[in-house]
């Protein structure tokens, strides 16, 4: 009776003078509802998510409307008043929305669960760059962002937040000005380095780490990280991939003896890099759609009451030439030496 009674956003409401329409847009489905139009105008109105259940209820046929959409599944549970919940973060009017289409019990939790935790990309292409302003706009509170390479114009076709002006300077500055133009809620730093090659202790800040760079690069990630979730993203050629998910500390394999198997696995690895051509299949449209998938698996490692959230070693693959998408659990059962099992 306590909890802030706000009708799901958008739900669309229509007074023809003798009845009460009222419109779902997730199903299209119409409902009417019964008695003088002007009492459920009223009604409706008051669901602002300013209001307390007990407060809604004191008003004419109250109780019956809001357990009939409550049963429709249009009634949002909050904590606090809605605009309480905005306050110094209008940004998070929409996205708060959205939240409330995925959780309808107390969605504020998503924007605070994320406002207090940082995520640590490693590489800033692509999609790197697209699960960053992702992030930003659902409400991470930190990015600490690397890449060592600077703007080139072949990126140009993918990699949204770089122009004509950018090309030779750090990716990772022309990112953060992006970001801080747009986002300037967000404590964003920047690190222009290999991150394998260098101190790992500035990354122990970092909450969740997503590696967006080369894949022999991310292979070597949870040798430094063992204890924080870690999630990959990239593609080869027409197919993409957001995961799988490791977290070593809570008993999955590490990228490296997941992904490594073999040193001639190692070695044809190698090779093959060594043989890279500038021809490599980059194109406009999968980035993006990647990142923000990325984005999306990502903020859900922290909202562990949400469904359909990636489980442990589980991936999301995208194929661009058919548009379909499939979940898969691979690479669980390789033995891993840093795997500490609990004893
Ligand atoms: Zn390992």
Redesign the pocket.
């Known amino acids: 009776m306590n909890d802030y009674i706000w009708l799901l956003p958008p739900a669309h409401v229509s007074n023809s003078g003798e009845q009460l329409s009222l419109m779902d847009f997730n199903s299209h489905r119409i409902m009417t509802f019964p008695g003088p139009a002007e009492i459920g105008v009223g009604l409706l109105k008051a669901m602002d998510g300013e209001l307390t259940e007990a407060q809604i209820n004191t008003l004419e046929h109250a109780q019956d409307i809001v357990s009939v959409l409550e049963g429709e599944g249009l009634i949002v549970r909050l904590k606090r008043p809605l605009s309480e919940i905005l306050e110094g973060r209008v940004w998070a009017s929409r996205q708060l929305a959205y939240y409330a289409q995925l959780c309808h019990e107390y969605p504020e939790r998503c924007l605070d669960a994320l406002a207090d935790k940082r995520v640590a990309i490693i590489g800033l292409g692509g999609i790197g760059m697209q699960a960053a302003q992702a992030l930003a706009g659902a409400g991470i509170g930190g990015l600490i962002l690397s890449d060592f390479d600077t703007v080139d114009a072949s990126n140009l076709n993918r990699q949204f937040m770089l122009s004509t002006k950018d090309v030779g300077r750090l990716k990772v500055d022309v990112v953060r000005d992006y970001l801080l133009d747009r986002h300037p809620h967000v404590e964003v730093e920047v690190h222009a380095i290999n991150p394998f090659e260098s101190d790992s202790s500035q990354w122990e800040r970092g909450d969740l780490f997503l590696f967006c760079g080369e894949t022999h690069l991310a292979g070597d990630a949870?040798e430094l990280i063992t204890h924080k979730p870690v999630i990959q993203a990239g593609y080869i050629g027409k197919e993409g991939l957001v995961g799988p998910l490791r977290w070593v500390e809570k008993g999955t394999?590490?990228h490296?003896?997941a992904i490594k198997p073999s040193t001639q696995y190692k070695e044809f690895y190698e090779n093959e890099i060594k043989l890279g051509t500038s021809w490599n299949c980059s194109g406009s449209t999968i980035n993006g759609v990647m990142g923000n998938i990325l984005a999306e698996a990502a903020s859900r490692v922290f909202m562990p009451w949400m469904d359909d959230a990636l489980a442990l070693n589980e991936a999301i693959y995208m194929d661009m030439k058919t548009l379909t998408m499939r979940r898969e659990t691979i690479g669980s059962e390789v033995p891993?030496?840093?795997?500490v099992l609990p004893s």
Do not use: A, F, L, Y
């Not at 891993?336 to 795997?339: G, I, K, M, S, T």
């Open positions: 949870n394999p590490c490296s003896c891993c030496p840093h795997r």
